[in-house]
């Protein structure tokens, strides 16, 4: 079965520091794959989906970006956090031409001190 | 208007009550409905899935569509303490899915 290995769990960082998550799969080959945030209050809010190496989409622009250097491989990145990029990133998976939904990794809740 | 429109609650019931969840949408172009189930400081895992109209029914879990009204409900029966998450509808065609924001549940033993 299909797995989201998505490290660290907690992450406290300061403000204008880098940033890298990380979110590998396991089980399946040619996910699509996507970072969520979830902030209280505001639900899901999708901020990339990549449908395959090295094709990133952006829903919304801010500081962070996206790449996906291996097709089970997919990261968060940013040069200098915000206080505002506090939240709790998801990263999620679904299969390229399938309608059976979404896993969810196990999220990573980043404070930006 | 969001594509997918769901009440955040909270949502405080007794333990062994019916709990009623709903969610309505705008796209008509939805061709399967799923609920998810997050336990705080965890990821949404996938609760039920149902394609087009109709009931889906998976132990004490009811999920309906109604796609003529554009309406999403999700029922617990004999709810339980361990029920108590946030519930996320959701809606999708073509592989993309829209999320509502959730409606936080809390069952009191």
């Known amino acids: 079965s299909q797995t989201i290995h998505q490290w660290p769990a907690t992450l406290v960082q300061p403000v204008g520091s880098p940033l890298s998550l990380e979110c590998t799969v396991e089980?399946?080959?040619?996910?699509?794959l996507y970072w969520y945030r979830q902030a209280a209050g505001r639900g899901l809010q999708l901020l990339f989906y990549?449908?395959?190496?090295?094709?990133i989409s952006s829903e919304v622009p801010q500081n962070l970006s996206a790449s996906r250097p291996q097709d089970r491989q997919f990261i968060l990145s940013s040069k200098k956090l915000l206080l505002s990029d506090s939240g709790f990133y998801l990263c999620?998976?679904?299969?390229?031409?399938?309608?059976?939904?979404?896993?969810f990794g196990s999220g990573t809740r980043l404070t930006v001190v | 208007q969001k594509e997918v429109e769901q009440d955040p609650g909270p949502l405080s019931v007794p333990e062994g009550a019916i709990v009623s969840l709903n969610c309505t949408y705008s796209?008509?172009?939805?061709?399967?409905f799923m609920w998810y189930r997050q336990y705080s400081r965890k990821g949404p895992e996938l609760l039920m899935y149902?394609?087009?109209?109709g009931n889906k029914e998976d132990g004490r879990f009811t999920a309906q569509v109604d796609k003529s009204s554009k309406y999403i409900s999700l029922f617990i029966r004999d709810s339980q303490p361990s029920d108590s998450a946030t519930y996320l509808c959701?809606?999708?065609?073509?592989?993309?899915?829209?999320f509502g924001k959730g409606t936080k549940l809390s069952v009191k033993p």
């Open positions: 149902t394609y087009s109209s």
């Open positions: 990549s449908v395959g190496i090295g094709q």
């Open positions: 796209n008509s172009a939805f061709q399967y």
């Open positions: 089980g399946t080959s040619n996910p699509n």
């Open positions: 959701a809606g999708g065609s073509q592989g993309n899915l829209i």
């Open positions: 999620a998976l679904s299969k390229s031409g399938r309608d059976e939904g979404y896993t």
